[in-house]
């Protein structure tokens, strides 16, 4: 909502208050840091051995096919740099947190597989983030 909200005022060239723009500051810094404090609050890796291979076939065929088809994108696309590394990341985003509320909701039996497999990949895209820079640039 914010981002469509965000354009819609970027095309409709309306400015926002200064004001308001200071106080949307001082908060986007503490993003980073409270981001990380939820990381650690809920991370959990508890999940039978037996599904550890399916987590390591989902995990690395996830990621291998957003590395190939962000790298794809990255290199034959014909748009500037900025675009083409939105779309290699958006391709090695983490899993989104609102599969657990689902899983729960219609009774996955799953849900504590749903969630590692979640916090694995928020770790791996973390770690994707800092080791892909130093190859595109």
Do not use: W
């Not at 200064?18 to 650690?40: D, K, T, W």
């Not at 291979?53 to 994108?73: D, N, Q, T, W």
């Amino acid at each position: 909502v914010t981002y469509v909200a965000m354009i819609i005022l970027h095309f409709a060239q309306i400015q926002l208050p200064q004001p308001f723009i200071e106080l949307a500051s001082i908060v986007s810094r503490a993003n980073m840091p409270l981001s990380l404090i939820l990381l650690g609050l809920y991370v959990s890796f508890s999940f039978h051995k037996k599904d550890a291979k399916l987590i390591s076939k989902f995990l690395l065929f996830r990621y291998s096919l957003g590395l190939v088809a962000g790298l794809g994108c990255y290199l034959f696309l014909p748009f500037n740099e900025m675009f083409r590394i939105a779309l290699l990341i958006g391709f090695l985003l983490p899993i989104g947190l609102s599969v657990i509320p689902f899983a729960y909701e219609f009774k996955y039996k799953t849900v504590p597989l749903i969630g590692s497999i979640i916090n694995i990949s928020m770790l791996a895209g973390i770690l994707l983030f800092i080791i892909i820079p130093f190859f595109i640039t």
